[in-house]
């Protein structure tokens, strides 16, 4: 993790941390790492979600970017898979994402991808840094004709809608169901989307205002949309977070499927229409032990990553995997997309179960989870920093481990978009895994809060 970047782009609380000069700044930066210097006036795109805060920062991106003499192509409010793919389709040297997922309203975020619809590497988000933070290059100085211009891009929308549609085998006809926008940026593509696949759609959360994104709703508050389905005796229900990256589902009963569930459907069915490449499937360190054990039963290879669907990504392109991703959500289906696409999720997810004629719930039988138990500690950034050194915490963490046995884990690690440090345990004991992880959340509280 760097000191500008972390596991999903730059982010921090709008015009505190993450300043209009600081996203000017790394507007400037990225252009002079990503584009080729031999192109006067090198296209990049920008989108941005629905918060207050995006015009602001779009502003000074855009400022920017212009300044070195980029021309910039605003995207409007899309799903950050909207500018992932829409460099290829609009023929961009690099997109630009304003958004900070799942977070409060408060906080933003700048996600950056190459010319191929891809998210940065670790070494080219270095160089960037180093730009805007150790001064290692001027900024170039231009005026006159080699300033950049500004356009909007006005079916920006409607070209990532028919993508995400044209990857769909099977349509959804006949089905109802709910969808939860998050107040964010599914609100502007998600009920087209799904109504123009067949399905009668409930819209939940889709009237942003600019501070009610992920605001007791969406894809880390399911509450509201798993009342919502069992309420209404609708078919499932398709949630997404603020900037429509990652998907969980509710099944007709009103029950949770996460994206271990959802991947786990995936890949059997691949598999069993052999389109599952090298028969493998992509996770994290997070993934449930419930997952590797369908993996094993199902004889499927089972990859683990660091948490984050960028490194879920890299092992993906690496070793020649199609399908990846994480329990929050985060589903990469690489033939159709090059990051997590929720949309695309759910409308891959809704499809199968058309052409299967079966309910989630039943679907979802194929895999049992393990009781898993996570808290999130507020702590300060330096505090982030001193997790590993801290003798006290890494003792207890030991004691906890050798407590634990064979029966199950623990994994703690700092966020890498939020001042948070995850507490995670994992075992066949939901008493003792709660014990053991409400004690490190305490010690952690108590020494780097």
Do not use: W
């Amino acid at each position: 993790m760097g000191r500008l970047f972390g596991t999903d782009g730059a982010r921090g609380i709008a015009n505190t941390e993450l300043t209009p000069e600081l996203a000017m700044n790394i507007g400037r930066a990225a252009a002079m790492v990503l584009v080729n210097k031999q192109t006067k006036h090198p296209k990049v795109l920008i989108g941005k979600d629905t918060r207050l805060s995006s015009d602001m920062l779009e502003g000074a991106l855009t400022a920017g970017l212009c300044s070195v003499g980029a021309n910039v192509i605003k995207l409007g409010v899309v799903p950050t898979p909207a500018v992932a793919y829409l460099v290829g389709k609009y023929e961009a040297d690099a997109g630009i994402m304003i958004s900070a997922s799942h977070n409060p309203f408060e906080f933003n975020g700048i996600k950056i991808f190459n010319r191929d619809g891809f998210k940065l590497p670790d070494k080219l988000e270095e160089e960037i840094e180093s730009i805007v933070l150790d001064n290692s290059q001027p900024y170039p100085k231009l005026s006159g004709a080699m300033l950049g211009c500004v356009t909007d891009a006005n079916t920006a929308v409607d070209d990532y809608t028919t993508h995400v549609i044209s990857t769909v085998e099977y349509t959804l006809d006949g089905m109802e169901i709910a969808l939860d926008c998050s107040n964010g940026s599914s609100s502007r593509t998600a009920e087209k989307l799904f109504t123009t696949l067949g399905a009668k759609c409930h819209m939940l959360f889709d009237k942003p205002n600019g501070v009610n994104i992920n605001d007791n709703c969406g894809s880390t508050h399911m509450e509201n949309l798993m009342n919502y389905v069992k309420q209404h005796k609708l078919d499932c229900g398709m949630a997404f977070d603020g900037d429509a990256d990652r998907c969980l589902a509710v099944d007709e009963n009103g029950d949770l499927v996460d994206g271990d569930f959802i991947i786990a459907i995936c890949a059997q069915d691949m598999k069993n229409r052999n389109i599952l490449d090298n028969n493998a499937v992509v996770g994290t360190i997070l993934t449930n032990m419930g997952f590797n054990k369908f993996c094993d039963n199902e004889g499927i290879k089972f990859v683990g990553t660091k948490v984050g669907d960028r490194y879920v990504l890299e092992t993906m392109r690496a070793e020649g995997y199609n399908l990846g991703g994480e329990q929050s959500g985060h589903v990469i289906f690489l033939d159709y997309s090059t990051t997590g696409d929720g949309q695309m999720t759910a409308a891959q997810l809704l499809s199968m179960m058309n052409r299967r004629k079966e309910k989630l719930s039943t679907m979802a039988k194929l895999m049992t989870r393990m009781p898993q138990v996570m808290i999130n500690v507020n702590v300060t950034n330096e505090g982030k920093l001193r997790l590993d050194s801290d003798e006290v915490i890494q003792n207890e963490l030991s004691k906890a481990a050798q407590k634990l046995g064979d029966r199950g884990r623990i994994l703690v690690r700092p966020s890498g978009t939020e001042p948070l440090i995850r507490v995670m345990t994992e075992g066949s004991d939901k008493d003792e895994i709660s014990t053991i992880a409400e004690s490190i959340a305490q010690i952690i509280e108590d020494r780097l809060s």
